[in-house]
C-alpha cells in the first residue's frame, strides 16, 4: 500500500486517514514498530514536522504509542483496533447511504444490488 | 530569536528597486519555500542573508548578529551558479571543504556520493550538468549547519533524479537546523515545505504555513503559484 495525497487537503490530515487504513488492514501490525519520522519523511518526500503532527494525532487517538527509548510502535491493544476498523466502516456507509439515497432506490431494491455487485467482486 | 531576521529591508541596484520592505523571520528547525517569478528578488535575498550583498536600508539579523565570520559558520549555501574549480577532482574538493569549514563530515559526504552511484575519482569537468549540481548538494549537506540555504538545488536535474535530491535533503538535515529552498519548481518540494514564502516584484505577497494554504485554499501550492503569478 502507498500514500496518494490529495491536492486540496492538509497533507497531515490524509497521512492520518491513510495510517489509519493501513493500521486496519495489517500494513502494520498490532505491536509493530513504525519507521521513525526521518525514514517516514524520506521515504514518502513529505516534511518530517507534517508526519509529526500525524503520529501525534493517532497517539492522542490511542491507536501508536511512543516508547521513550525504543521509537514508536502499533498499540497492541486488539479492541483500539477492532473499534477503529467498525468507525472507518460506520463512516463509509454513511457517505454511500447518503450519496444513493438521491437515487431513490427502495431498500429491497438496495440489498440486492449490493448482492449482485458483490458476486462479482 | 529566530534564526535569521529581515526588518524593512530594501536593496536597489541604481534606480531598480530590488528589495522593497521586506520583513521576514526564519525560525529554528523548519523547511522554507522561498517562491518567486525570475527577477522576483529571491537571490538578492539570499545573498544578502550570506552577507554577499549589502541592504541599501533596514536590518538583517543572524541569530541576533550582522552577517560575518560567525554566520558563515552558522549557514551552509548552495549557490545558483557554482565556484567549483572543474579540474578537481571531487575528492579534492572534498578535502578542501574539510580544510575551510570545521562542521564538514566528510565521511558523510563520501557515502552520500556512493548513494547517487558518483565516483569520487572523478574530475568535476567531466561530469553532467545534473551530476555536478548532486555533488554540490552532498557537499553542502555534509555541513552540520544551523541554516542549509538551496538556491534552485533541482534545476539541472532530470525529474527521475529529483526524488534522489529530496531524499539527500531529508537525510542530511541536523534536527532542529532550518532549510530555505529558492525554486520555481514548486510541484516537486512542495510536499516536504513547513511554510511557504511568495516573492513577486521585491515585495513578500505570501507567507503562510503550506498545511494552511492546502486548507483554506483547497489547492496546491504550486497551482496558487501559478494563479498569483499569472501573466
Redesign the interface.
Known amino acids: 500500500m502507498k500514500f496518494i495525497?490529495d491536492?486540496?487537503?492538509?497533507?497531515?490530515k490524509q497521512l492520518v486517514e491513510q495510517l489509519k487504513i493501513m493500521i486496519v488492514n495489517n500494513v502494520y501490525k498490532k505491536g509493530e514498530k513504525l519507521p521513525s519520522v526521518?525514514d517516514f519523511?524520506?521515504s514518502i518526500?513529505?516534511?518530517?514536522?507534517?508526519i509529526q503532527r500525524a503520529l501525534i494525532e493517532l497517539e492522542d487517538d490511542g491507536l501508536i504509542i511512543t516508547q521513550r527509548t525504543s521509537g514508536k510502535f502499533v498499540t497492541d491493544d486488539e479492541k483500539i483496533i477492532k473499534s477503529l476498523r467498525n468507525s472507518l466502516a460506520h463512516e463509509t456507509i454513511e457517505k454511500f447511504l447518503f450519496d444513493i439515497a438521491k437515487l431513490d432506490i427502495s431498500n429491497e431494491e438496495l440489498i440486492e444490488l449490493i448482492r449482485r455487485e458483490g458476486k462479482g467482486k | 530569536m529566530s534564526l535569521v531576521e529581515l526588518k524593512e529591508l530594501s536593496k536597489s541596484y541604481g534606480s531598480k528597486k530590488a528589495l522593497k520592505n521586506v520583513d521576514l523571520n526564519i525560525e529554528k528547525g523548519k523547511i522554507y519555500g522561498l517562491l518567486g517569478p525570475n527577477g522576483s528578488g529571491k537571490t538578492t535575498i539570499i545573498k544578502i542573508i550570506n552577507g554577499l550583498l549589502q541592504p541599501t536600508n533596514g536590518s538583517i539579523l543572524i541569530k541576533g548578529k550582522a552577517p560575518g565570520i560567525d554566520s558563515k559558520k552558522v549557514i551552509s549555501y548552495l549557490p545558483e551558479r557554482t565556484y567549483l574549480n572543474m579540474n578537481f577532482k571531487v575528492t579534492e574538493i572534498i578535502e578542501l571543504f574539510s580544510d575551510f569549514y570545521e562542521d564538514f563530515d566528510s565521511k558523510k559526504a563520501l557515502k552520500q556520493l556512493k548513494k547517487l552511484n558518483i565516483n569520487p575519482n572523478d574530475k568535476l569537468k567531466t561530469m553532467s550538468k545534473g551530476t555536478k549540481e548532486k555533488v554540490q548538494l552532498v557537499l553542502v549537506m555534509s555541513r552540520k549547519a544551523e541554516l542549509y540555504i538551496l538556491d534552485e538545488p533541482i534545476g539541472g536535474v532530470d525529474p527521475a533524479s529529483r526524488d534522489y535530491i529530496l531524499e539527500t535533503i531529508l537525510n542530511n538535515f541536523n534536527e532542529g537546523s532550518s532549510i530555505i529552498i529558492c525554486t520555481h519548481l514548486i510541484s516537486d518540494i512542495e510536499k516536504i515545505l513547513d511554510d511557504v514564502i511568495f516573492i513577486n516584484k521585491g515585495e513578500i505577497v505570501l507567507n503562510s504555513p503550506a498545511e494552511d494554504i492546502r486548507k483554506t485554499k483547497k489547492t496546491t501550492i504550486d497551482k496558487l503559484f501559478r494563479e498569483e503569478f499569472k501573466c
Open positions: 495525497f491536492d486540496n487537503k492538509p497533507i497531515y526521518r519523511a524520506i518526500k513529505v516534511n518530517p514536522n507534517t
